[in-house]
């Protein structure tokens, strides 16, 4: 390759194109990326580093310098950080809600606001539950009111302390678990040498917000508990000032912007911190107030007050779940159900799952601790909210499976008659020995035209969460699942009992599930590449809902990639950018970052891409039709999009020039972005061969024929335009 000595001292520029490569969801090795054996790395680090073949020049095929960007490892990396991605799993759920929000700026405000309470919520029940097995399970059953199977009887030496002495000490717990929260959220280090890692600016004022609540609803279940036998001047100040920090932290979420305007970063972040320090201080004063206080505590199988507590804290995570509902279902009422994911019906389906997927830990937590430490008998099982959020997460799972068959079913029909039309255009003559080919790739073609109907599986998932209100509301009236179906159904005592207790182990069950799970996915590539999505996915977005949610890989990926094309611009006659799945993504939010010298030698490639078919939908305030104009702007429509209709993931992303479909408007450069590929590219063995061609799906193919002439296609567009 000829080269061009600098001036000024300036790196030579290589007289080439550089093909840089960006994987999907659990990319495979930079060697399997490149197709050429083993590679080197030539920038980044071990978790996101940009690779080359062992070859010194890196060249590949149509005269390009070929380059891999491995960013597979920031999402995960290590098995302890693939396992706290599983413990928090509602909260980075939570925050994913947010980032669905409708295009609309009135009713997107409303939403964000709910999700941002509604994370919240999650951060109070998360410290409910805690305090349920430190204060009320241990510290006031198995050391008083029951006792409890040993060593469980004897915590720490404190049985027959005096019992404010005992709940201070066993607060220390939940105090221990929400620093464990804020441990497992903390950001890894930035590698060294890197100035690229952005920081999320809203994370330090949603942490302190979250702190603060935590250790008020602590302080709120102690004094509710020491308040319940009578109240001192003291106490009753203290519970004041532990609700008015509460409904601070509350009252920074519901004035819409107020986080995010930043004319007011200031003023919010010192209120947050202030309230952080005023809980701190209170938290203090108040595990003093128990202690020092030696009046007699009132008699009574459970800790005072603490039912109350945790009843209101679910129903008012059902509230806001319920709200958020009704909001996205309301503003976006008509139209195409199948689009619906496209108008925010997604946060409310992925805050149903953040908030089931929490009431199942929270209770399954309580219950289990429960059953180990024998400190429930006698006195009716474990509290009734727990009993009716079991219940109410286990009709929700069980009713949402059947209508996600029922879907399934009822669906099949038309999709495998759009897809019937599809193959036969594509395979307009074929002969017997095609036809049960033919029938496999019809079906590959239905498989993958369900995605286009998840829309409605959302509207129902969105509507079920009335199950979990109404369960909800059942707990004012203090009666138990097994007491009310004795009542009022007639079933026998003892039936619903059983079924909670099978519910209980389920959820524990799908909890080791979702541990084994993690590691398999970090140590199994198939497996990550069926469960990795989740992960990706959930931890591309910044936390701008919930401070404790996995750290963001976006924001080192997407300003490293943009950083290392500027690099290679300044060497290298152009770059094309490759992007397979999520990685097209990547390198879309990278363009929009690249300066105009830099945007002149750049084109894409696109292929297997979610960009309009998941992303639009899911995310169109962020990721819309607008934005992805934008791309093909910046890049002056330098843009190939490669897909099939085998894809369950990819495809097109402003037409799909399916045969038959109107030609697009000639005036229009989107127009001219999609290429679909038939696939497979035959039904029956080429001659010499004894298998037919396989279906693609959504394999990247960057060897296929189709691929290669999309390369060399935009290639000559930038040496022209060079």
């Not at 204060?135 to 302390?161: E, S």
């Not at 924001?555 to 152009?574: K, S």
């Not at 998941?614 to 104009?629: C, D, G």
């Not at 330098?638 to 085998?646: C, F, I, V, Y």
Request: proline share 7%; hydrophobic share 50%; aromatic share 8%.
């Amino acid at each position: 390759m000829a080269e061009e000595t600098g001036q000024h001292g300036d790196p030579p520029r290589v007289r080439d194109v550089v093909e840089l490569r960006v994987h999907g969801v659990s990319g495979a090795e930079p060697g399997i990326i490149l197709g050429q054996g083993p590679a080197r790395q030539v920038a980044g680090d071990d978790s996101g580093g940009f690779h080359r073949a062992e070859r010194s020049d890196g060249g590949g095929p149509d005269g390009v310098t070929l380059e891999a960007y491995r960013w597979g490892d920031l999402p995960s990396g290590t098995v302890a950080r693939t396992l706290s991605l599983v413990l928090l799993l509602p909260f980075m759920l939570s925050n994913l809600a947010v980032w669905m929000r409708p295009t609309a700026r009135r009713s997107g405000a409303w939403v964000t606001m709910l999700c941002r309470l509604l994370a919240l919520d999650l951060t109070v029940l998360y410290v409910v539950s805690t305090a349920g097995v430190a204060l009320d399970l241990l510290a006031w059953r198995c050391l008083g009111a029951t006792r409890c199977r040993g060593p469980f009887d004897a915590v720490g030496g404190l049985d027959g302390r005096q019992v404010g002495l005992r709940l201070a000490v066993l607060s220390l717990l939940p105090i221990a678990a929400v620093a464990f929260l804020r441990l497992l959220g903390t950001r890894r280090p930035r590698p060294a040498g890197k100035p690229l890692w952005a920081v999320e600016p809203l994370v330090g004022r949603l942490r302190a917000i979250h702190v603060a609540a935590a250790l008020a609803m602590l302080d709120l279940i102690l004094l509710a508990a020491r308040v319940s036998g009578g109240a001192t001047a003291v106490t009753a100040l203290l519970l004041t000032l532990s609700l008015a920090v509460l409904l601070g932290c509350a009252g920074l979420l519901v004035v819409p912007g107020l986080l995010d305007r930043a004319a007011m970063t200031w003023m919010v972040t010192r209120t947050a911190g202030t309230l952080r320090a005023v809980a701190v201080g209170l938290t203090a004063a108040t595990l003093a107030a128990i202690v020092l206080d030696e009046r007699a505590w009132p008699s009574a199988a459970a800790l005072p007050g603490y039912d109350t507590i945790a009843t209101w804290a679910l129903l008012g995570e059902m509230i806001l779940l319920v709200s958020l509902s009704a909001l996205v279902l309301w503003h976006h009422g008509r139209g195409d159900r199948r689009r619906a994911l496209s108008r925010g019906l997604g946060s409310a389906v992925v805050a149903a799952f953040a908030v089931g997927l929490a009431g199942a830990f929270s209770a399954n937590l309580v219950y289990q601790s429960g059953n180990l430490l024998d400190g429930y008998r006698g006195d009716g099982g474990p509290p009734v909210p727990y009993q009716w959020t079991l219940l109410a997460f286990f009709l929700h799972v069980t009713v949402g499976v059947l209508v996600c068959v029922a879907l399934t079913l009822t669906t099949r029909r038309r999709r495998r008659r759009a897809a019937a039309a599809v193959t036969a255009r594509d395979f307009s003559t074929v002969t017997p020995e095609g036809v049960g080919r033919l029938r496999q790739v019809t079906n590959a073609v239905a498989r993958a035209r369900f995605v286009e109907w998840v829309g409605l599986l959302a509207v129902a998932w969105a509507t079920l969460t009335l199950i979990g209100l109404a369960a909800g509301l059942l707990r004012l009236f203090d009666l138990t699942p097994d007491e009310l179906a004795t009542r009022f159904l007639g079933l026998p005592v003892g039936v619903v009992g059983m079924g909670l207790a099978l519910g209980s182990y389920f959820a524990a069950a799908a909890v080791i599930a979702l541990l084994l799970g993690g590691v398999f996915a970090y140590r199994t590539p198939w497996f990550r590449r069926h469960v990795g999505i989740l992960w990706d996915l959930g931890t591309f977005w910044p936390r701008a809902a919930h401070p404790f949610a996995p750290p963001s890989y976006a924001d080192r990926a997407v300003p490293e990639l943009a950083h290392r094309i500027t690099q290679l611009t300044e060497r290298h006659d152009g770059v094309l950018l490759c992007g397979h799945s999520h990685g097209s993504a990547l390198l879309a939010l990278a363009v929009l970052r690249l300066p105009p010298r830099v945007r002149a030698r750049v084109a894409l490639l696109t292929y297997g891409s979610p960009l309009d078919r998941l992303y639009a939908r899911i995310f169109p305030a962020y990721l819309n039709e607008e934005v992805l104009r934008q791309v093909g702007e910046r890049v002056e429509w330098r843009w190939l999009n490669l897909w099939r209709d085998t894809d369950p993931i990819g495809g097109w992303i402003f037409a799909a020039h399916r045969p038959g479909d109107p030609p697009p408007d000639p005036t229009d450069p989107a127009g001219r972005v999609d290429r679909r590929l038939r696939d497979p590219s035959d039904l029956l063995p080429a001659p010499g061969e004894r298998r037919p061609p396989p279906m693609r799906g959504h394999h990247p193919g960057e060897s296929d024929p189709e691929f290669r002439a999309a390369v060399s296609e935009l290639v000559g567009r930038l040496r022209r335009s060079g």
